[in-house]
């Protein structure tokens, strides 16, 4: 079963949200709160609030059995991407460059499926539904950027129908990640 995400499941989505993006949203909610906030607690407020991006409003939780198994969670790319703010951490420069090449699709942001619950389908049947969504917000494509650490993933992608578009070197500065690029796939669905 897929599901409209709460307000109620903000700690799935930050769980998931760090998993798909190798604890980046981690590393950097940690840097907006200093030495003496709680990173973790900023990133439910920001995953409970009703606007932006990173919102339970955009997401989309797959159950099994009644368990949270797994999540999807995207929005409509800016039409007119605009400049990148030169005050913008460069490590999500990279990104801001890629997701400026997939102006109006449905950008998936994050597609993640606990440990326990992969190998079922669950990321192909989140797909269907990103694509479902996609349509319905009449967008013509579906964009998302994977790590090329992420193997699996790439597979699936590349089975769904994503091609490769452009790649950006991984920005590591101090976080500690393997990745070494960001890879924007495309499929169009219109």
Not at 1 to 21: E, P, T, Y
Not at 58 to 64: D, F
Not at 118 to 134: C, D, F, M, N, P
């Amino acid at each position: 079963m897929i599901r409209d995400a709460r307000a109620s499941d903000a700690a799935h989505l930050v769980r998931f949200i760090n998993m798909a993006a190798d604890d980046l949203p981690l590393h950097f909610w940690r840097k907006s709160v200093g030495p003496a906030g709680d990173p973790v607690a900023y990133g439910l407020e920001r995953a409970a609030r009703e606007t932006g991006s990173f919102s339970y409003r955009n997401a989309w939780l797959a159950e099994v059995e009644g368990e949270v198994a797994a999540c999807l969670l995207g929005y409509p790319a800016e039409e007119t991407p605009g400049p990148i703010d030169p005050d913008t951490p460069p490590i999500f420069v990279p990104l801001l460059e890629l997701e400026a090449l997939a102006p109006g699709s449905w950008y998936l942001n994050v597609l993640a499926t606990y440990p326990p619950f992969r190998g079922r389908g669950i990321g192909r049947a989140l797909l269907a539904h990103a694509e479902a969504v996609a349509r319905r917000g009449g967008h013509r494509a579906i964009s998302l950027i994977a790590a090329d650490t992420h193997r699996d993933a790439l597979r699936l992608y590349a089975a769904a129908g994503f091609r490769e578009v452009a790649r950006r070197a991984v920005v590591k500065g101090d976080w500690a990640v393997d990745a070494a690029e960001w890879i924007l796939f495309i499929r169009q669905i219109g």
